[in-house]
């Protein structure tokens, strides 16, 4: 495998109560680069985000085969044989709507996953990670002096940031986003497209994103996935521009692609 | 006056009724409970609180005994019965498609609804009967408190399930994301998260067996004594309300009376500390 591969998925199934829901995908997801996952809804693509970092495995009656190989620390991990655990803190997990702990302060959200994971364990210490992390999150000059509130007061952009904060606290390698400026105004959609680029210099982003337009800003990278299968992969302006396929040339401009059988 | 405001009215009024129709019997339970027993508490309340009743025909004496021996049943009730309620509740709510947790909600549906006599009956026969028990104590106030955590038990676990439902699926899922294990999840996490209706669960738990007199008859007996021992009789304020109110003795019926002022005061203060830990709790985090 190549070392500037980040995430490489080979032959990937997923079936939930026996309904085949990805049918077979392959794709290597490059390193320290931005990755949008595009296609309709219901085309699978939050499950092969799941997938990666096993998060799929909650759901009741899922079934999958096929192999996830990540990039942790320059070698490469069967994510299905690795420790659960190790793979979600290397591979975090932003949600479509902020979900941060409500009942926790600002602070206590960020220390939590690396003080119960044992990655650090003094105060001093925690409080110097989430101030870090918040600073890099861009979320720092706005909580600074109120890390101590409960999280739930926070403006759902902010709630947003904060979750980012909040796997960047485990140090991961690769960030996985599930739509994550859905419901957010412009303002902070803009704010957190920008943050995502900036992660790619440290981390390997993928984010699923429901605007076409969206992809083109934050992407160089594009893969399509239509009814469970990847359509098309390349970079982003390639992919934007001139289409292989003839269902991307559809979607990217916004024609109807449903009853369209792959 | 249009038609609308008129139904408008009628329907306000009939809200007010059915308030006044809840509020009614408790004020009027709470007042003949002042009335009957109240001065017996103003005349003597040391004595009233800490003395032993006194036989027929004396005067004077107390519940003090009763109030021991409620708290020593209740005390293991609590003790077994907050554990296994709230560890039942939480695998009901998180392994809620389990074979087990099926079968656990069916069988604690059930009990939720079973006459406590019968609880108490069921204990008894199983644990303290000198015929076919398996500690063969005869009447016994551990056995009480066995039946009182039975009965506990199924309100405890549903409440904590409802609480643990009410948390929304993606923070359960941002926990599991920070590749937590499923211990912390729940007890870091979760049940954090829920503590106000945990402590909710319980107090309606406590709220349930503390009046309770049935089952604590038929597993522990009547005793007029203080409590001495787990595998004896022991007093307690129900079953001491029962015994007095239904003697033909005046001072024992005053302090029937009395006894239930005290009790009905110590459920509404449950009810209240219960509003207050909550509201401390939440606004606490």
Redesign the interface.
């Known amino acids: 495998m190549m070392e500037n591969v980040a995430v490489s998925v080979k032959d990937l199934h997923v079936s939930i109560d026996k309904k085949e829901i990805l049918k077979g995908i392959s794709i290597d997801f490059p390193k320290c680069a931005v990755t949008a996952i595009i296609g309709p809804s219901g085309s699978g693509k939050t499950m092969l985000l799941r997938s990666i970092?096993r998060?799929i495995e909650?759901i009741?009656r899922v079934e999958v085969s096929g192999k996830v190989w990540v990039n942790i620390g320059g070698k490469f991990h069967d994510a299905y044989t690795l420790d659960?655990?190790?793979?979600?803190?290397k591979v975090?997990?932003v949600?479509q709507?902020p979900?941060?702990?409500?009942?926790?302060?600002i602070l206590k959200n960020i220390t939590?996953?690396p003080m119960?994971?044992g990655i650090a364990k003094n105060k001093k210490d925690l409080k110097k990670l989430a101030e870090e992390k918040l600073k890099e999150a861009g979320l720092w000059d706005e909580v600074k002096d109120r890390l101590n509130e409960?999280a739930w007061r926070l403006s759902g952009g902010q709630q947003q940031r904060l979750?980012i904060a909040?796997?960047l606290a485990?140090e991961p390698e690769i960030i996985l986003f599930d739509e994550p400026t859905t419901g957010l105004d412009l303002y902070n959609t803009k704010r957190i497209e920008e943050l995502m680029v900036r992660l790619k210099e440290k981390y390997t982003v993928i984010a699923i994103t429901h605007s076409v337009d969206q992809a083109g800003r934050i992407a160089d990278f594009i893969a399509f996935i239509y009814n469970g299968k990847l359509i098309e992969f390349g970079p982003a302006a390639t992919v934007l521009k001139s289409p292989i396929n003839e269902l991307t040339e559809l979607f990217i401009t916004g024609k109807v692609l449903d009853g369209v059988k792959v | 006056m249009n038609l609308k405001k008129l139904r408008d009215m009628i329907y306000t009024c009939l809200a007010y009724l059915s308030l006044l129709l809840l509020i009614i019997p408790l004020c009027w339970i709470l007042f003949e409970c002042i009335i009957e027993g109240g001065h017996y508490i103003i005349n003597r309340p040391i004595e009233f609180f800490t003395d032993i009743g006194r036989p027929p025909g004396i005067e004077g004496g107390g519940i003090g005994h009763a109030i021991q021996g409620s708290l020593y049943m209740l005390g293991l009730a609590l003790l077994i019965g907050i554990p296994v309620g709230i560890f039942a509740g939480i695998y009901l709510a998180e392994r809620k498609d389990s074979p087990l947790a099926k079968a656990a909600r069916f069988v604690s549906d059930i009990l939720v609804e079973f006459p406590t006599i019968l609880v108490g009956v069921v204990t008894y026969t199983f644990l303290a009967s000198k015929v076919t028990g398996i500690l063969a104590t005869g009447p016994a106030a551990f056995a009480a408190s066995f039946a009182l955590a039975l009965i506990m038990i199924p309100i405890v676990a549903r409440s904590v399930e409802t609480a643990f439902l009410t948390i929304p699926n993606d923070i359960r899922e941002g926990a599991y994301a920070l590749g937590l294990s499923s211990r912390h999840v729940i007890f870091r996490i979760l049940l954090p998260a829920v503590k106000t209706g945990v402590v909710t669960a319980v107090l309606i738990g406590l709220a349930k067996i503390v009046g309770e007199s049935a089952p604590i008859i038929v597993t522990n007996g009547i005793s007029n004594f203080w409590f001495s021992k787990w595998t004896e009789p022991a007093p307690s304020i129900p079953v001491l309300i029962y015994v007095y109110g239904l003697s033909p003795f005046k001072e024992w019926q005053t302090q029937a009376w009395a006894a239930a002022l005290f009790l009905l005061l110590l459920i509404m203060a449950i009810g209240f500390l219960a509003r207050r830990i909550t509201k401390k709790l939440w606004t606490g985090v």
């Open positions: 970092n998060l909650l009741p659960s655990s190790y793979l979600r803190r975090g997990y949600f709507k979900n941060p702990f409500p009942h926790l302060s939590i996953g119960l994971n409960a979750c909040r796997a485990l």
